[in-house]
């Protein structure tokens, strides 16, 4: 296998690389709030002047071509961790970012390791691997609970390079080989990696990039559909997702329409405050008992809705009880001295048919009943009675 041209590699690499520095850096500039791209910018910006100095060889003494350009690579790895540490919701461990480089300056103190070619390689290959195979760690833990696409194929191209490093440190060990000077950077099998491990980052930066903005999409979209104080869905991202679900199972679920009893006179007479904290514990109290599959929103000022997919009328009638009965139970305001309590509203598709305007209106019908017969009840009226109202514009 023919070796590649030194000085094409070096301003290849450098040029990519610095771009690509540059790019995570303006996409940082432009959303302060995602903060790994710094730490890639910086990392990929890093590998550029230790590319540099190792393409001098022979030209600089070294000191800078060997010792200060792999300690400068290596710290670009450690960049690279931290960032993914970031990325997945962690503090970074800033001994990370430098323990590559500083257990590399310490082995450059020992002269025989530093004449020697073959340690060198063993141990900038294994010192970059353990950087990357960690960052590799971090994100596959993180699949688990946020399944981005570009987050799994990350993954893969990670995985990928961290196995190239290991690969190229073992090698080393069997096949150890001693080459003096530039011979050692025009090392044909030596080259050919460096080639693919240039192709390898350049694949893993554009997934980094994607699988960031991918969550700062997911994020903007989930702030679109959810309540700011309550976290419940918002009123048209549960109209949406309520209609998918009755697509799919018509007959199934029982809805469930809350109405905060007397919420305006816990304003006026205890503030906003303890009004926003009744309205927040009920949508805390609701999201505990869910289950995989239900849908809840705030549906405007107190009222809030519950389609539990997978309960029957009856079900479904046990657990707006117990829903009702906790909350009564619940104490606001200063001292805890304040009790609330809240009508509930049930309708079923099984009973209604699976027209969504209907079975809100018919659960809607419920409350009223529910406030007529004394309030803190939960209350059904006949569907047959019912005429269909329009549910929300969307």
Same mark, same amino acid.
Do not use: K, N, Y
């Given at each position: 296998m023919a070796p590649l041209d030194v000085h094409t590699l070096v301003l290849v690499s450098?040029?990519?690389l610095g771009a690509l520095g540059a790019l995570f850096l303006v996409n940082h500039h432009d959303d302060r709030g995602r903060r790994e791209l710094r730490d890639w910018g910086l990392g990929f910006l890093l590998v550029v002047p230790g590319v540099v100095l190792i393409g001098e060889r022979d030209q600089i003494p070294d000191l800078w071509s060997i010792g200060v350009a792999n300690a400068t690579i290596l710290l670009a790895y450690g960049f690279l961790t931290t960032g993914v540490m970031r990325f997945v919701g962690r503090r970074p461990w800033w001994g990370v970012a430098f323990a590559g480089s500083a257990i590399w300056a310490g082995l450059c103190l020992w002269p025989e390791f530093f004449g020697r070619f073959d340690l060198r390689v063993i141990a900038v290959s294994g010192l970059s691997a353990a950087a990357v195979t960690l960052a590799t760690v971090f994100l596959v833990l993180r699949r688990r609970v946020e399944p981005l696409p570009s987050l799994s194929r990350s993954v893969l191209v990670l995985?990928?390079?961290?196995?190239?490093?290991?690969?190229?440190?073992?090698?080393?060990?069997?096949?150890?080989?001693e080459v003096m000077g530039r011979e050692a950077i025009g090392t044909a099998w030596l080259t050919w990696a460096s080639l693919a491990l240039l192709v390898l980052t350049l694949i893993?930066?554009?997934?980094?990039?994607?699988?960031?903005?991918? /969550? @700062? #999409?997911?994020?903007?979209?989930? /702030? @679109? #559909?959810?309540?700011?104080?309550?976290? @419940?869905?918002s009123r048209g991202a549960f109209v949406e997702r309520a209609r998918e679900r009755l697509a799919e199972a018509p007959e199934s679920g029982t809805l469930m329409f809350f109405d905060i009893d007397r919420f305006k006179s816990i304003n006026d007479l205890h503030g906003h405050g303890v009004g926003d904290a009744v309205?927040?514990?009920?949508?805390?109290l609701v999201a505990a008992?869910?289950?995989?599959?239900?849908?809840?929103?705030r549906w405007g000022g107190e009222e809030f809705v519950l389609f539990a997919?997978?309960?029957d009328f009856v079900a479904g009638r046990r657990s707006a009880e117990m829903i009702r009965g906790a909350f009564?139970?619940?104490r606001f305001g200063e001292g805890g001295t304040l009790g609330a309590t809240v009508s509930v509203g049930l309708s079923a598709p099984a009973l209604t048919g699976p027209d969504l305007d209907r079975l809100v209106a018919w659960a809607d019908a419920g409350v009223y009943a529910a406030k007529r017969a004394g309030r803190d009840r939960v209350e059904a009226v006949d569907a047959r009675a019912m005429p269909i109202a329009v549910v929300a514009e969307v």
């Open positions: 450098s040029l990519i995985g990928g390079t961290a196995a190239l490093l290991w690969i190229r440190a073992g090698v080393m060990v069997i096949w150890p080989i893993a930066a554009h997934l980094m990039l994607a699988m960031s903005a991918e /969550r @700062a #999409e997911l994020h903007h979209r989930l /702030r @679109a #559909e959810t309540d700011d104080l309550t976290g @419940a869905l309205l927040v514990g009920f949508a805390d008992q869910m289950r995989p599959g239900d849908l809840f929103a997919v997978d309960r009564s139970r619940l």
